[in-house]
């Protein structure tokens, strides 16, 4: 039983949610499992609540009249089907897109976002974007993994100092 506590314990210190995750120790699954979704859903629907006011929803490029490539990258943001906000990148034909998680947004400022993402279901980083809403475009400022390391720090890539660069609204078809 001893064992039994410690595991749940460990795993509520690292749950998305972690008193639920320790409630859940003591109680059957299927009885927490629509407190969880309720509690994610609310979460999901206070981020795009964040991010739609922003016209962060759409698709952005460098240079959005050629196609994507290594640089230029093809960032499509969205609220899924089941209403939780993320992003794709895509860099060009025969790479793979990189799927992005939205966990939690807040916005610092006139025109800046603090976002909580999750990569490809499993690295997590703290991303800081500007938002300029006059001339629709956005950039990455900073990119920090869970462990701090620092991918972007003041708007240049920590590997080779190259700026991040400006993505501009893409014309959707909607639009």
């Given at each position: ?159 080779n100092g190259a700026r991040t660069p400006w993505l501009i609204r893409c014309k959707d078809e909607a639009d």
């Amino acid at each position: 039983m001893r064992s039994q506590f410690k595991a749940a314990a460990r795993r509520a210190a690292v749950s998305a949610i972690p008193a639920l995750a320790l409630f859940a120790a003591c109680v059957p699954p299927a009885a927490i499992t629509p407190v969880i979704t309720s509690a994610l859903a609310a979460t999901s629907a206070e981020t795009v609540a964040i991010l739609e006011p922003l016209g962060f929803f759409g698709t952005w490029a460098v240079r959005c009249d050629e196609p994507p490539g290594p640089q230029n990258v093809f960032r499509t943001a969205y609220v899924s089907a089941a209403g939780e906000p993320g992003f794709s990148e895509s860099l060009g034909a025969g790479l793979a897109d990189n799927i992005y998680r939205i966990l939690d947004a807040r916005q610092d400022g006139e025109n800046q976002l603090m976002l909580s993402i999750e990569l490809n279901s499993g690295i997590r980083q703290q991303l800081t974007m500007v938002v300029d809403r006059e001339r629709l475009r956005v950039r990455t400022l900073t990119n920090r993994l869970a462990d701090g390391k620092e991918l972007v720090k003041n708007g240049a890539v920590t590997a080779n100092g190259a700026r991040t660069p400006w993505l501009i609204r893409c014309k959707d078809e909607a639009d």
